[in-house]
């Protein structure tokens, strides 16, 4: 019999429709290539991925199973086939990466289907996890790792973020083997083929709701603008990409990075987007805003999160952000004709219920401040979902009033939680259904008035016809029971970014 050691790389489905490149499992294919075989199945792309994952697995052949997986939908694939697997085919490591078991280990590892966790970047912790397992060598030594010894999580030390240029290159062509490239070269409003790209991991601020800060502890390495280059022009020459999105969580940190990456990218006629601080690209130049415009940057988003000082405070957002600001960013925006697409985090907890509702009040008056500015600027709303920030003030709040995650991972899936993920509806003690109504409606409200540009569905006369409806609602501030617009929005199938992605 062939020697059990391939390796299967699993990307749950994480989208309904217009699925992205599978950059997690990507890069970790990548960091075993040419030394274990590997196979990539995306749960985006398949109807039935247990059967797919099992028509290795009776090879033989297979002994490695890695899961990416984030909160949300991408859960429910990965728990129900992990532990099927783990009953049908025992003797395969189960092998998780990825923001959700890296932030919830402990409901992850007791479930007893997931033998090890990659905590944050997998480069390196993956091949010599499986180098250690195929060589029945010690594992313990091995960086970002956690997995259970003697009934007790064990975390291993974190290590130093990796020079992003010496990683090896990502094996496009050979995930073209598995799925056509071009399937995941999607239309979007920045292009026909519009490709997803990494550029950078981590980021150096610790704003206390982040999931991205316990990975990454206010680190950030970046790739160089020429390889970034180098990468897109490869898939825009094979595949025909004509747009990209950088999935970074923090695409401009460094101002001359962008300015480098726009110059190199403009002759392209490409499309972009990417994601930033505004106390950041506020301190950028002019001449900078300029060139990144000119190089094809249409739009760009913004953590805005709170309009009140004293919240971004709460927030530990850090930097310079002030809500004066993001009022005077929005409007500098528009000298540049980029779009800014800014996203609120509405709910945070206070002393009491009054405060609460005082607070999201505030955010929609804030909010309607921004679009009167700047009316091309695009909102996100988010309701705040608590994530595990160790030693965080923030944390330690929300847990004395009472909030607690799920003890079982398939609780996780139930539909109430599968909400908190897309914070929706949060299930935070101090959020009163009343309150998320109330953001709610005027989420509708607000997305009639001014309809937002990234969906590609909506016509002129759709946006018309739904804009007048709910511009006499918007100027009244009267936002309850907004059916009339739900029902328009659903007809035509208005796309939320806020649950969707981006
Ligand atoms: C692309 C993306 C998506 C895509 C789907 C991606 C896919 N897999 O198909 C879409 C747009 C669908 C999406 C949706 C959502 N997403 Co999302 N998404 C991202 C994003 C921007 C990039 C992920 C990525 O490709 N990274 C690139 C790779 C290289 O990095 P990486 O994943 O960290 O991988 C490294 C390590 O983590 C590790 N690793 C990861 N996986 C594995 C697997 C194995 C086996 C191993 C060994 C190692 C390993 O090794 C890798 C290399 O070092 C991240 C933020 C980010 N910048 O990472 C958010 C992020 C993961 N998403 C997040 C969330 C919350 C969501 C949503 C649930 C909600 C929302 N509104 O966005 C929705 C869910 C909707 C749905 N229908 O599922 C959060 C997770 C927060 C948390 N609490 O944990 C993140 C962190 C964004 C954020 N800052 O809030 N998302
Ligand atoms: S700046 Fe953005 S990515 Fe960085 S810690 Fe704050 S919210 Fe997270």
């Known amino acids: 019999m062939a020697k059990i050691n391939k390796v299967i790389l699993f990307n749950p489905r994480s989208a309904i429709a217009k699925y992205r490149i599978p950059n997690s499992i990507l890069n970790i294919a990548a960091s075993i290539e040419g030394k274990y075989e590997w196979a990539i199945i995306d749960g985006n792309c398949e109807a039935d991925p247990m059967e797919k994952i099992e028509s290795y697995l009776r090879t033989g052949e297979y002994g490695y199973l890695g899961f990416t997986v984030m909160p949300g939908p991408q859960l429910k694939q990965a728990i129900e086939i992990a532990k099927a697997i783990k009953i049908k085919y025992p003797y395969t490591t189960m092998i998780w990466g990825g923001y959700f078991p890296s932030n919830q280990p402990k409901v992850v590892l007791d479930s007893k289907y997931v033998d090890f966790i990659i905590n944050g970047p997998g480069d390196n912790a993956f091949p010599l996890l499986i180098d250690a397992l195929e ?68 980021c150096p601020f610790t704003c206390s709701f982040c999931a991205v800060v316990p990975i990454y502890e206010a680190r950030w390495k970046a790739k160089s603008a020429q390889t970034v280059y180098k990468d897109v022009k490869y898939i825009k020459d094979k595949w025909g990409a004509d747009a990209i999105e950088f999935h970074d969580n923090n695409f401009f940190v460094s101002e001359k990075r962008a300015v480098d990456f726009s110059k190199l990218i403009k002759p392209e006629n490409m499309t972009w987007w990417g994601m930033a601080r505004i106390d950041t690209m506020d301190k950028f130049k002019d001449s900078s805003l300029e060139i990144i415009r000119e190089s094809g940057c249409k739009c760009i988003f913004f953590g805005a999160e709170s309009g009140n000082d004293e919240i971004l405070g709460q927030m530990d957002k850090g930097g310079t952000q002030t809500g004066a600001q993001i009022i005077r960013f929005a409007e500098r925006m528009k000298k540049f004709d980029i779009i800014p697409e800014y996203s609120f985090v509405l709910g945070m907890p206070a002393a009491t219920p009054e405060q609460v509702q005082k607070q999201i009040d505030f955010e929609i008056n804030f909010i309607k401040q921004v679009k009167a500015v700047n009316p091309k600027t695009e909102i996100v709303i988010y309701t705040y979902t608590p994530v595990p920030t160790e030693g965080s003030e923030l944390f330690k709040q929300v847990q004395e009033q009472g909030f607690a995650y799920p003890q079982i991972l398939e609780d996780w899936i139930s539909p109430a939680w599968e909400s908190f993920d897309l914070r929706k509806n949060p299930l935070t003690p101090w959020i009163k259904p009343e309150m998320i109504d109330k953001i709610r409606n005027f989420e509708t409200v607000l997305n009639g008035v001014y309809p937002t540009v990234t969906d590609i569905r909506m016509n002129e006369l759709k946006r ?14 009267l936002y309850k029971y907004p059916y009339e617009i739900k029902l328009l929005q659903r007809f035509w199938k208005y796309r939320q970014p806020e649950i969707q992605g981006f």
């Not at 975390?155 to 995930?175: A, F, G, H, N, V």
């Not at 018309?464 to 501030?477: A, F, G, H, P």
């Open 135 to 202: 060589n029945s060598k010690p594992y313990e030594f091995i960086k970002n790792l956690i997995y259970k010894a003697d009934g007790k999580i064990t975390k291993t030390i974190k290590e130093d973020l990796l020079d992003q240029d010496s990683l090896p290159p990502l094996p496009y062509d050979k995930l073209n083997n598995f799925y056509p490239l071009g399937k995941f070269l999607g239309k979007t409003y920045l292009g026909e083929h519009t490709m997803a790209y990494h550029s950078s991991i981590g």
């Open 464 to 477: 018309k016809s739904i804009k007048l409806l709910s511009s006499l609602r918007y100027k009244t501030n």
